[in-house]
Protein backbone atom coordinates (compact mmCIF):
# COMPACT_ATOMS: atom_id res chain seq x y z
CA UNK A 1 0.00 0.00 0.00
CA UNK A 2 1.29 3.06 -0.81
CA UNK A 3 -0.13 6.77 0.91
CA UNK A 4 0.39 10.07 1.11
CA UNK A 5 -0.65 12.01 4.51
CA UNK A 6 -0.77 15.28 5.41
CA UNK A 7 -1.04 17.23 8.49
CA UNK A 8 -1.88 20.82 8.95
CA UNK A 9 -3.94 21.47 12.12
CA UNK A 10 -0.93 23.31 13.87
CA UNK A 11 2.09 26.13 13.74
CA UNK A 12 3.78 22.44 13.00
CA UNK A 13 3.54 21.21 9.03
CA UNK A 14 4.48 17.45 8.10
CA UNK A 15 4.15 15.37 5.48
CA UNK A 16 5.14 11.57 5.13
CA UNK A 17 4.74 8.71 2.76
CA UNK A 18 4.85 5.16 3.66
CA UNK A 19 2.32 1.85 3.54
CA UNK A 20 0.61 2.32 6.98
CA UNK A 21 2.82 -0.57 8.70
CA UNK A 22 4.62 0.04 11.52
CA UNK A 23 8.05 -0.18 9.94
CA UNK A 24 6.68 1.32 6.79
CA UNK A 25 7.76 4.95 6.92
CA UNK A 26 9.41 5.85 3.83
CA UNK A 27 9.46 9.90 3.62
CA UNK A 28 8.89 12.66 5.78
CA UNK A 29 9.52 16.09 6.63
CA UNK A 30 8.18 18.34 9.39
CA UNK A 31 8.38 22.11 9.15
CA UNK A 32 6.69 25.01 9.98
CA UNK A 33 2.96 25.30 9.46
CA UNK A 34 0.19 28.01 10.29
CA UNK A 35 -0.21 30.49 7.51
CA UNK A 36 2.68 29.17 5.90
CA UNK A 37 1.22 25.86 5.02
CA UNK A 38 -0.83 27.27 2.04
CA UNK A 39 2.70 28.10 0.08
CA UNK A 40 4.47 25.16 1.36
CA UNK A 41 2.60 22.20 1.09
CA UNK A 42 2.02 21.66 -2.55
CA UNK A 43 6.39 21.42 -2.83
CA UNK A 44 7.21 19.39 -0.73
CA UNK A 45 4.38 17.01 -1.62
CA UNK A 46 6.20 17.50 -4.89
CA UNK A 47 9.29 16.97 -3.19
CA UNK A 48 8.36 13.68 -1.23
CA UNK A 49 7.12 12.31 -4.40
CA UNK A 50 10.64 13.18 -6.13
CA UNK A 51 12.59 11.91 -3.56
CA UNK A 52 10.56 8.53 -3.65
CA UNK A 53 10.15 8.38 -7.05
CA UNK A 54 6.23 7.68 -6.44
CA UNK A 55 4.09 9.09 -8.92
CA UNK A 56 0.08 10.31 -7.60
CA UNK A 57 -1.49 7.33 -9.98
CA UNK A 58 1.13 5.40 -7.86
CA UNK A 59 -0.88 5.85 -4.77
CA UNK A 60 -3.93 4.39 -2.90
CA UNK A 61 -5.35 7.25 -0.27
CA UNK A 62 -4.44 10.87 0.11
CA UNK A 63 -4.81 11.03 4.00
CA UNK A 64 -4.97 14.11 5.53
CA UNK A 65 -5.74 15.78 9.65
CA UNK A 66 -9.06 16.82 9.26
CA UNK A 67 -8.92 18.95 12.72
CA UNK A 68 -10.23 20.31 14.57
CA UNK A 69 -6.99 23.09 14.80
CA UNK A 70 -6.03 25.97 12.54
CA UNK A 71 -9.00 27.24 10.42
CA UNK A 72 -5.95 27.70 7.32
CA UNK A 73 -4.32 24.58 7.95
CA UNK A 74 -7.67 22.35 7.80
CA UNK A 75 -8.81 24.35 4.71
CA UNK A 76 -5.27 24.13 2.93
CA UNK A 77 -4.51 20.12 3.95
CA UNK A 78 -8.36 19.41 2.66
CA UNK A 79 -8.17 21.03 -0.30
CA UNK A 80 -4.65 19.64 -1.16
CA UNK A 81 -5.81 16.44 -0.85
CA UNK A 82 -9.15 17.22 -3.22
CA UNK A 83 -6.67 18.69 -5.74
CA UNK A 84 -4.11 15.84 -5.84
CA UNK A 85 -6.95 13.16 -5.77
CA UNK A 86 -8.19 14.88 -8.80
CA UNK A 87 -5.04 15.02 -10.54
CA UNK A 88 -4.61 11.14 -10.82
CA UNK A 89 -7.86 10.80 -12.75
CA UNK A 90 -7.05 8.47 -15.53
CA UNK A 91 -8.15 5.75 -17.32
CA UNK A 92 -7.06 3.61 -14.58
CA UNK A 93 -8.68 5.78 -11.65
CA UNK A 94 -11.24 7.60 -13.51
CA UNK A 95 -12.74 8.84 -10.27
CA UNK A 96 -9.10 9.97 -8.92
CA UNK A 97 -7.61 8.80 -5.23
CA UNK A 98 -9.45 7.94 -2.20
CA UNK A 99 -9.47 10.64 0.53
CA UNK A 100 -8.75 9.65 4.32
CA UNK A 101 -9.90 12.17 6.31
CA UNK A 102 -8.74 11.86 10.15
CA UNK A 103 -9.15 13.37 13.23
CA UNK A 104 -6.65 15.46 14.21
CA UNK A 105 -7.23 14.43 18.11
CA UNK A 106 -7.06 10.72 17.04
CA UNK A 107 -3.77 11.28 15.37
CA UNK A 108 -2.26 13.41 17.98
CA UNK A 109 -3.43 10.58 20.58
CA UNK A 110 -1.78 7.72 18.30
CA UNK A 111 1.56 9.97 18.44
CA UNK A 112 1.47 9.87 21.99
CA UNK A 113 0.89 6.06 21.97
CA UNK A 114 3.55 5.41 19.52
CA UNK A 115 6.12 7.52 21.39
CA UNK A 116 5.28 5.41 24.87
CA UNK A 117 5.34 2.27 22.70
CA UNK A 118 9.00 2.97 21.38
CA UNK A 119 10.18 4.13 24.95
CA UNK A 120 9.12 0.66 26.36
CA UNK A 121 6.56 1.68 28.59
CA UNK A 122 3.07 -0.45 28.66
CA UNK A 123 -0.04 1.51 26.90
CA UNK A 124 -2.05 3.39 29.32
CA UNK A 125 -5.65 2.80 29.82
CA UNK A 126 -6.96 5.60 28.13
CA UNK A 127 -5.30 9.03 26.21
CA UNK A 128 -6.48 12.62 26.41
CA UNK A 129 -5.54 14.78 23.43
CA UNK A 130 -5.69 18.46 24.38
CA UNK A 131 -4.90 20.80 21.23
CA UNK A 132 -5.06 24.31 22.31
CA UNK A 133 -7.73 26.07 20.42
CA UNK A 134 -6.45 29.71 20.54
CA UNK A 135 -8.81 32.40 22.39
CA UNK A 136 -8.39 30.31 25.74
CA UNK A 137 -9.71 27.00 24.49
CA UNK A 138 -9.04 23.76 24.49
CA UNK A 139 -10.07 21.15 21.87
CA UNK A 140 -10.72 17.73 23.65
CA UNK A 141 -10.90 14.08 23.27
CA UNK A 142 -10.19 10.74 25.17
CA UNK A 143 -9.41 7.80 23.40
CA UNK A 144 -8.98 4.24 24.98
CA UNK A 145 -6.18 2.06 24.47
CA UNK A 146 -7.66 -1.44 23.01
CA UNK A 147 -5.81 -4.14 21.05
CA UNK A 148 -7.61 -3.60 17.89
CA UNK A 149 -6.15 0.69 18.67
CA UNK A 150 -7.82 3.50 19.90
CA UNK A 151 -11.30 3.72 20.57
CA UNK A 152 -12.58 7.08 21.12
CA UNK A 153 -14.79 8.03 24.11
CA UNK A 154 -16.99 11.08 22.63
CA UNK A 155 -16.12 13.46 19.10
CA UNK A 156 -13.95 15.90 19.79
CA UNK A 157 -15.28 18.88 21.99
CA UNK A 158 -14.28 22.53 22.44
CA UNK A 159 -13.30 23.42 26.37
CA UNK A 160 -12.65 26.33 28.88
CA UNK A 161 -9.47 25.45 30.83
CA UNK A 162 -11.49 25.76 33.89
CA UNK A 163 -14.21 23.08 32.50
CA UNK A 164 -11.59 20.30 31.10
CA UNK A 165 -11.46 18.53 34.34
CA UNK A 166 -14.89 17.75 35.17
CA UNK A 167 -15.25 16.59 31.45
CA UNK A 168 -12.26 14.48 31.47
CA UNK A 169 -13.19 13.22 34.91
CA UNK A 170 -16.97 12.26 33.88
CA UNK A 171 -15.41 10.70 30.91
CA UNK A 172 -12.61 8.51 33.07
CA UNK A 173 -15.40 7.69 35.48
CA UNK A 174 -18.20 6.05 33.11
CA UNK A 175 -15.04 4.25 31.00
CA UNK A 176 -12.18 3.41 32.57
CA UNK A 177 -11.38 0.77 35.36
CA UNK A 178 -10.45 2.11 38.72
CA UNK A 179 -6.59 2.91 39.24
CA UNK A 180 -6.14 2.62 35.13
CA UNK A 181 -3.97 4.73 33.49
CA UNK A 182 -4.76 8.05 31.64
CA UNK A 183 -1.94 9.93 29.36
CA UNK A 184 -2.93 13.21 28.93
CA UNK A 185 -0.92 14.69 25.48
CA UNK A 186 -1.20 17.98 23.71
CA UNK A 187 0.79 20.99 23.22
CA UNK A 188 -1.39 23.01 25.80
CA UNK A 189 0.94 22.17 29.57
CA UNK A 190 2.57 25.79 28.94
CA UNK A 191 -0.21 28.21 28.04
CA UNK A 192 -2.78 26.36 30.38
CA UNK A 193 -0.77 25.41 33.23
CA UNK A 194 -3.36 26.96 35.74
CA UNK A 195 -6.36 25.13 34.17
CA UNK A 196 -4.85 21.99 33.84
CA UNK A 197 -3.07 22.54 37.26
CA UNK A 198 -5.81 19.55 39.48
CA UNK A 199 -6.28 17.36 35.69
CA UNK A 200 -4.53 14.12 37.43
CA UNK A 201 -2.65 11.76 34.39
CA UNK A 202 0.74 11.50 33.60
CA UNK A 203 1.54 14.48 30.93
CA UNK A 204 3.28 13.92 27.32
CA UNK A 205 3.63 16.76 25.09
CA UNK A 206 2.70 16.28 21.08
CA UNK A 207 1.68 16.96 18.10
CA UNK A 208 -0.15 15.31 15.54
CA UNK A 209 1.91 14.36 12.73
CA UNK A 210 1.49 12.83 9.54
CA UNK A 211 3.77 9.85 10.30
CA UNK A 212 1.07 9.11 13.10
CA UNK A 213 -1.87 9.47 9.74
CA UNK A 214 -0.24 6.89 8.23
CA UNK A 215 0.24 4.14 10.89
CA UNK A 216 -3.53 5.02 11.75
CA UNK A 217 -4.84 4.76 8.05
CA UNK A 218 -4.75 0.87 7.51
CA UNK A 219 -7.70 0.17 9.84
CA UNK A 220 -9.74 3.60 8.52
CA UNK A 221 -9.69 2.25 5.34
CA UNK A 222 -10.39 -1.28 6.24
CA UNK A 223 -13.36 0.11 7.66
CA UNK A 224 -14.52 2.05 4.72
CA UNK A 225 -13.44 5.57 5.99
CA UNK A 226 -11.88 7.14 2.70
CA UNK A 227 -14.07 9.27 0.83
CA UNK A 228 -14.43 10.46 -3.32
CA UNK A 229 -12.68 13.53 -3.32
CA UNK A 230 -15.65 15.98 -3.52
CA UNK A 231 -16.88 14.73 -0.15
CA UNK A 232 -13.87 15.65 1.72
CA UNK A 233 -14.34 18.28 4.38
CA UNK A 234 -12.57 19.37 7.65
CA UNK A 235 -13.72 18.91 11.00
CA UNK A 236 -13.77 22.46 12.46
CA UNK A 237 -15.90 21.90 15.62
CA UNK A 238 -15.75 25.50 16.49
CA UNK A 239 -18.00 27.86 14.44
CA UNK A 240 -16.41 29.69 11.64
CA UNK A 241 -16.71 32.06 8.91
CA UNK A 242 -16.64 29.48 5.75
CA UNK A 243 -13.29 29.57 3.49
CA UNK A 244 -14.57 31.67 0.16
CA UNK A 245 -15.42 29.52 -2.84
CA UNK A 246 -12.11 30.86 -5.01
CA UNK A 247 -9.78 30.25 -2.20
CA UNK A 248 -10.52 26.69 -2.60
CA UNK A 249 -10.62 26.40 -5.99
CA UNK A 250 -7.27 27.73 -5.87
CA UNK A 251 -5.35 25.44 -4.32
CA UNK A 252 -7.65 22.47 -5.43
CA UNK A 253 -6.24 23.55 -8.88
CA UNK A 254 -2.65 23.98 -8.16
CA UNK A 255 -2.99 20.76 -6.46
CA UNK A 256 -4.70 18.78 -9.39
CA UNK A 257 -1.33 20.21 -11.09
CA UNK A 258 1.05 18.67 -9.34
CA UNK A 259 2.91 16.24 -11.45
Same mark, same amino acid.
Given at each position: ?6 ? !?? !? ?11 ? @??? $? ?12 ? !????? $? ?10 ? &????? *? *??? +? ?7 ? +???? &? ?16 ? /? ?32 ? /? @? ?6 ? *? ?5 ? %? ?7 ? %? ?32 ? @? ?13 ? %? ?9 ? /? &? ?8 ? $? ?16 ? !? @?? +? ?11
Amino acid at each position: MRLLALE !TS !TDTLSVALGSGAP @DGL $VWQHSGPGGAMAST !TLLPL $VKQALDATGWSL &ASLDA *V *VFG +RGPGSFTGL +RTAC &AVAQGLAYGAQGTERPAG /LPVLPVDTLLALAEEARWTREQQGHPAPGAISAL /L @DARMGELY *VATYTCT %PSGLAPLAP %PRLCAPADVQAHLHTQWQQHLPAGGEVLLTGNVF @DTCASGLAGVPGTRQ %PALPGAAALLR /L &APALLAQGAA $VAARDAMPLYVRDKVAQT !T @DE +RERLRVNAAATP
